[in-house]
């Protein structure tokens, strides 16, 4: 992360930044560090629902911020390879001019799902899938804070151990699946700190 942030803060870098890795591995949430880290405006756009015309838009704003007030922008684009070749050939005069940054990510191998032109333009992040550790620290990391479920509740060894089996190293999955299980919980148990149990967990999958 820091040496990312280094590369978006300087204000002369038009290196983009390509974001590979399986679902729910944190391409989102890093980006969105990263960008704050570095003071730049940041855009988030799916691919999957973005056209040419609204990527036009948000390019022009960006070139018309820098021109006349000195504000630089990073566009985050999830799902990269979900744009077609001409699509992300569009992306191509404004990452080289600098009219933006752009942190793009994907599922996808990118040597096939990225055009050559903007591959090589960019610094490639290569992200494993979560391993049953890292799902954990997520998972009471989630329970503990303030931030995460919002209401205090425990959670069952087995419910914890279900969950890192469903999970596939998916932290996103992890976290819907806690989120359900802890409201079904709640919901059935009139203690003021209720127990995630398994039969919670798997209730949440059906």
């Known amino acids: 992360l820091r040496i990312l942030a280094n590369q ?26 990263v960008a704050n880290s570095s003071g730049r405006r940041f855009v988030e756009l799916s691919a999957v629902s973005t056209g040419v015309k609204e990527l036009r838009e948000v390019i022009e704003k960006a070139k018309i911020d820098q021109e006349l007030y000195g504000v630089s922008t990073i566009v985050f684009l999830d799902e990269i390879h979900r744009f077609s070749k001409a699509q992300q050939d569009a992306l191509l005069p404004s990452v080289e001019s600098g009219w933006i940054l752009l942190i793009a990510a994907t599922t996808e191998n990118p040597s096939f799902a990225v055009v050559a032109p903007l591959l090589s333009r960019s610094l490639l992040v290569r992200l494993d899938p979560l391993s049953r550790d890292d799902i954990s620290t997520v998972i009471r990391n989630a329970l503990r804070e303030p931030r995460g479920l919002g209401f205090p509740i425990g959670i069952q060894t087995e419910a914890i151990e279900r969950i890192l089996d469903i999970s596939g190293g998916d932290a996103r999955r992890a976290l819907t699946v806690l989120e359900a299980a802890a409201l079904r919980a709640k919901a059935l148990n009139n203690e003021k700190v209720p127990n995630i149990s398994l039969e919670d967990v798997k209730a949440s999958l059906e």
């Open 8 to 33: 978006v803060s300087s204000e002369s870098s038009h290196t983009s930044i390509l974001i590979w890795g399986p679902p729910g591995t944190g391409k989102t949430s890093i980006a969105k560090v």
